[in-house]
């Protein structure tokens, strides 16, 4: 069996292996639906999925796309027979987005794989199930929607258990070298979702991937504010004296507002001016910050409501909701005034779009 290593060590048949994997790759295991990128969670892209790979190959595929696009590893799972994962990811400037979803799993990060990932640095985080993660002499465990950063010149351990999912941002060691000095300090350490700055990056990487590929030109902007903020959690949860070069104030702001707007998409009593203040600041100054993206916490929060029902109308498993219970789950107590604001941003009513949706659906599975 392939779980078994040739000495007792598990990670070492993958010298063995190796052929294998190049094997699924060539010889077309890959279906063109796993091998192609299409649409998936928000707007990032698949890149891969086990679905159209037979059960003996999914382990060996997965792995060589994942040590591709994330970080080579050695990786062993609980059960080869019943492996399934996906992988999406995205770009924005010099930041990459991969998220993956997979079983129960043990994997290494040994000095034979630094390399040319070494000028990288990997915020992981933990979007459903749990991981322990082991670098430097240091553990952390984190359970959904919290994050740690981890060193590629450094080796690492780590177990997920059954039914994570995982999103990895990766980006050049210098820019966040420039924002905190030394990381040595910050490395596995838990970052918290419920609280302060990390709960804030923790809420803005949950939104972020459904973005990515609309955000076009603004994508360097993007990126640095990202790292910004990555910057400030970091120093806040480190303990750390000196103040991280941030490179705006107001994009952190900026990015407070997004996140207070998304947490609070299904309160109906939810304000503009009450928005603002849970950011301290004045709804002017608010305004004034997200002016910028020719917005504003109004415009924006409406914004953000139509979009989640979009996608909810266009979503098969949500079938059995009725439009004013998915308009209703998303702050709209007026049907009249949401089918309006649909129309005037989708070209469509909520009920001719939804149905748009189905004739699709069927078309597809026909």
């Not at 707007?43 to 060589?64: A, G, L, Y």
């Not at 596995?188 to 419920?194: E, G, K």
Request: charged share 25%.
């Amino acid at each position: 069996m392939l779980e078994k290593s040739l000495d007792g060590d598990p990670f070492r048949h993958w010298n063995v292996i190796g052929a294998a994997r190049i094997l699924c790759l060539t010889a077309g295991v890959f279906s063109a639906r796993a091998a192609q990128p299409f649409g998936c969670k928000g707007t990032m892209k698949r890149i891969f999925s086990t679905e159209d790979v037979q059960p003996r190959d999914r382990f060996d595929c997965w792995h060589d796309v994942i040590c591709r696009h994330v970080i080579p590893h050695d990786s062993v799972p609980d059960c080869r027979s019943t492996f399934a994962a996906r992988i999406d990811s995205a770009e924005l400037a010099d930041l990459a987005l991969v998220s993956f979803d997979i079983g129960s799993m043990t994997c290494r990060y040994e000095k034979r794989h630094i390399g040319a990932m070494a000028d990288e640095l990997i915020l992981v985080r933990q979007v459903t199930g749990a991981m322990q993660l082991t670098q430097n002499n240091r553990s952390v465990s984190l359970a959904a929607g919290e994050m740690t950063l981890v060193d590629t010149r450094t080796v690492y351990s780590c177990r997920l258990d059954a039914d994570a999912s995982v999103l990895v941002a990766k980006y050049p060691r210098r820019s966040l070298i420039q924002r905190v000095g030394k990381i040595d300090r910050f490395l596995t350490r838990r970052l918290a979702a419920d609280r302060g700055e990390s709960g804030l990056l923790s809420d803005y990487l949950r939104i972020l991937p459904t973005h990515t590929e609309a955000l076009g030109a603004s994508a360097p902007q993007v990126s640095n504010q990202l790292l910004d903020l990555i910057a400030v959690a970091l120093w806040k949860t480190g303990g750390v004296a000196d103040i991280p070069h941030v490179g705006s104030s107001r994009a952190v702001l900026g990015m407070q507002l997004r996140a207070a707007i998304e947490r609070n998409l299904s309160d109906h009593t939810i304000t503009a001016e009450v928005l603002a203040k849970l950011v301290g600041i004045s709804l002017r100054y608010a305004n004034s910050i997200l002016s910028e993206d020719n917005t504003s916490v109004g415009r924006l929060l409406q914004a953000r409501r139509l979009e989640h029902c979009r996608r909810a109308l266009a979503d098969p498993s949500k079938l059995h909701r009725s439009i004013s219970d998915i308009a209703w789950s998303f702050g709209f107590t007026d049907m009249t005034h949401f089918g309006r604001r649909f129309r005037q941003a989708f070209g469509l009513l909520p009920s001719d779009y939804r149905k748009g949706q189905r004739e699709a659906l069927r078309a597809v599975n026909s």
